[in-house]
């Protein structure tokens, strides 16, 4: 079942959304050490570039968190073939303890990635 293309795209979709959210968060802790607003210095202008790009790392991460929501109840819809006893999606989500859980957190993930983006969208105006 883990060769499913759901559950594959799933899994590589997690994997850069982990990575890009890192690299942001490292790149959020550098800027709060040595942020100095009044500063002119070049290592100032330096640390503005990297707040431009870690706002782009999750501008880019965050889209694909929303669409991960909609891919994994599709792909829950779609497994209920494979798994005797399941005929929808919630058949295959109550197969285990972990299915309501994670459908909880794709959920709470997927408002918060759209509650961020409107927020830096209104921020960016």
Same mark, same amino acid.
């Given at each position: 079942m883990i060769q499913h293309p759901g559950i594959l795209a799933l899994g590589l979709g997690s994997l850069l959304t982990v990575f890009l959210l890192f690299h942001a968060a490292?790149? %959020?802790l550098a800027i709060l050490r040595h942020w100095d607003l009044a500063s002119g210095e070049a290592r100032q202008l330096q640390l503005e570039r990297r707040a431009t790009l870690a706002s782009t790392l999750l501008g880019l991460a965050l889209p694909l968190q929303l669409a991960s929501l909609f891919l994994f109840l599709h792909t829950a819809d779609e497994l209920h %073939?494979?798994?005797s %006893?399941?005929?929808c999606a919630a058949g295959v989500l109550a197969a285990n303890a972990f299915g309501g859980p994670a459908l909880r957190l794709k959920l709470a993930l997927a408002l918060g990635a759209g509650l961020w983006?409107?927020?830096h969208h209104l921020d960016r105006q």
């Open positions: 490292w790149t %959020g %073939g494979r798994l %006893g399941a005929m983006l409107l927020l």
